[in-house]
């Protein structure tokens, strides 16, 4: 199958290349290589396998529509985005033309091809907003919610916080449309935390390649608020081979809303975190305290049942064993941190 991925030289877009390439298919990136390590993402791949590269942006739509009706893909996994909500309420307009201007860019490329494609869209737990109405208890040095076991499900009513959420919650909804006005095949997968090698992450965004990376090389690290929250994390292989069931099994997933992350069994606190890395590196941590950002979440955990029943998913990947990947690979390449 001709697979076209955008963002393919960013964190998940590189090892969800890798994956497509390990499975037999055409691969076709499309990025503008402006992320911190993507033009290191784009050299590993290139001895992982052969692909084609589109150095363009996702607002160019010209540069868009020339792309895809070039390699004409059967599948797609659009991962372009802007992805940090600090950034977002800084310069609202950037986000809302990269995410949601963006996607309409994609999706218009993609409905004009002869052939639709099948969508794989990477959307955001964000467009849940702050959730103030779940009931939440301490236990610990975490969160937890007092009356959802599984996790939060796609029920939820969405209730876009801040401009990312906002964008990114505009480009789910448009993304699901196209499939019911125009027929385009899609399915929306909102992500939790989802961490790996290939990750650098920076303060505002992928906070535990965060943590990881400032605990290795001696950096000083912020949390933003009590260090309480809890996020469940997803290492990114497992995320990729959940694209992977989604692009195989079409008739299943088509017209679907997958949560995923880690689910209840892989949640995590900042304070857990920092604790997890003392002990691996053997030395005391220190972290500075700020105040909260805007719509934070005190917990968010996916109810990951439906992608897991319908897709046949499982995770393999538990978190001490993600976080010492993790560790090992930021360890092993310290000059592409500095």
């Known amino acids: 199958m001709r697979v076209l991925i955008t963002g393919g030289a960013g964190f998940v877009g590189c090892n969800a290349a890798n994956r497509m390439m390990a499975d037999g298919h055409q691969v076709a990136l499309l990025?503008?290589?402006?992320?911190?390590?993507?033009?290191?993402?784009l050299e590993w791949l290139k001895g992982r396998g052969d692909f084609e590269f589109f150095e363009c942006d996702v607002r160019d739509a010209d540069a868009v529509n020339a792309a895809l009706s070039e390699f004409k893909p059967q599948a797609m996994i659009h991962l372009a985005a802007q992805v940090a909500v600090t950034t977002s309420v800084e310069n609202p307009r950037e986000d809302f033309e990269i995410n949601a201007q963006g996607t309409l860019n994609v999706l218009e490329a993609a409905?004009?091809?002869?052939?639709?494609?099948?969508?794989?869209?990477?959307?955001?737990?964000?467009?849940?907003?702050?959730?103030?109405?779940?009931?939440i208890r301490q236990?610990?040095?975490?969160?937890?919610?007092?009356?959802?076991?599984?996790?939060?499900?796609?029920?939820?009513?969405?209730?876009?916080?801040?401009?990312?959420?906002?964008?990114k919650g505009a480009a789910d909804q448009y993304v699901r449309d196209y499939q019911r006005i125009y027929g385009l095949p899609s399915c929306v997968f909102r992500m939790s935390c989802i961490y790996g090698t290939r990750q650098f992450g920076v303060e505002d965004q992928g906070w535990v390649a965060w943590f990881v990376i400032a605990a290795v090389l001696g950096k000083q690290l912020t949390i933003?608020?009590?260090?309480?929250?809890?996020?469940?994390?997803?290492?990114v292989e497992d995320l990729v081979d959940a694209?992977?069931?989604?692009?195989?099994?079409?008739?299943?997933?088509?017209g679907n809303i997958f949560n995923i992350g880690g689910g209840p069994q892989r949640q995590l606190s900042l304070?857990?975190?920092?604790?997890?890395?003392?002990?691996?590196?053997?030395?005391?941590?220190?972290?500075?305290?700020a105040d909260w950002r805007p719509?934070?979440?005190?917990?968010?955990?996916?109810?990951?049942?439906?992608?897991?029943?319908?897709?046949?998913?499982?995770?393999?990947?538990?978190?001490?064993q993600g976080v010492e990947r993790l560790i090992d690979w930021v360890s092993q390449n310290k000059g592409l941190f500095q």
């Open 31 to 41: 990025d503008n290589l402006s992320r911190r390590g993507s033009r290191s993402n």
């Open 139 to 167: 236990d610990g040095r975490r969160y937890a919610y007092q009356d959802l076991p599984h996790g939060v499900d796609a029920q939820r009513p969405l209730d876009f916080y801040s401009p990312y959420g906002c964008s």
């Open 243 to 254: 694209y992977a069931r989604a692009i195989a099994q079409p008739q299943v997933s088509a």
């Open 224 to 235: 933003y608020g009590d260090g309480m929250q809890v996020r469940d994390v997803l290492f």
């Open 111 to 135: 409905r004009a091809l002869d052939e639709l494609p099948f969508v794989v869209f990477a959307s955001t737990n964000k467009v849940y907003g702050k959730m103030e109405d779940l009931k």
């Open 295 to 320: 719509g934070d979440q005190l917990i968010y955990v996916s109810d990951i049942r439906r992608v897991e029943d319908e897709l046949g998913w499982k995770q393999k990947v538990d978190v001490e």
């Open 271 to 289: 304070l857990e975190l920092i604790e997890m890395l003392e002990r691996r590196l053997d030395r005391k941590i220190e972290p500075a305290f």
